[in-house]
């Protein structure tokens, strides 16, 4: 299994921060590969589409969202593990998003040149993530 860390200073109220990343339809805001993201009937089930790698998917997973800790968490149903994390801290004036990403599938395995391109692609996309979402919150155009 892979696991990435990012962390990344925004400049806006926490509250403001969590409202925002714990309403699952704002994910396609700040998350390149996605095209849609909806909550399902329960709130603890989304379902998301979008385009990764040159590959369309189209998934259903869980979505937990924790208020008290700032904390919002998903993982997918299909066959890779894939599950991620964005907790916001306050910092000062400002807030801090940390964002865990872990995943384990078949890009995950092969070659040690496959794997590793296959690595930094994963941490440019959680660095894009939350430069997004800082983006966004911040009212700044997006630079892609």
């Given at each position: 299994m892979s696991e990435f860390t990012e962390s990344i200073e925004i400049h806006a109220d926490a509250n403001r921060?969590?409202?925002y990343i714990r309403d699952v339809r704002n994910m396609p805001t700040y998350a390149p590969t996605m095209t849609s993201a909806e909550p399902q009937s329960d709130g603890c089930r989304v379902h998301v589409t979008g385009d990764a790698?040159?590959?369309h998917y189209d998934a259903d997973g869980?979505?937990?969202e924790d208020r008290a800790a700032m904390r919002v968490a998903w993982a997918s149903d299909g066959e890779s593990d894939y599950a991620g994390s964005?907790?916001?801290t306050r910092d000062?004036?400002?807030?801090r998003v940390d964002a865990v990403i872990r995943y384990s599938g078949s890009n995950d395995a092969g070659d040690q040149h496959q794997g590793a391109a296959w690595q930094k692609s994963a941490e440019r996309g959680l660095?894009?993530?939350l430069y997004q979402l800082k983006m966004c919150?911040?009212?700044t155009s997006s630079a892609g």
């Open positions: 921060v969590f409202d790698g040159g590959h869980s979505w937990e964005l907790q916001v000062g004036r400002a807030s660095k894009q993530v919150l911040e009212g």
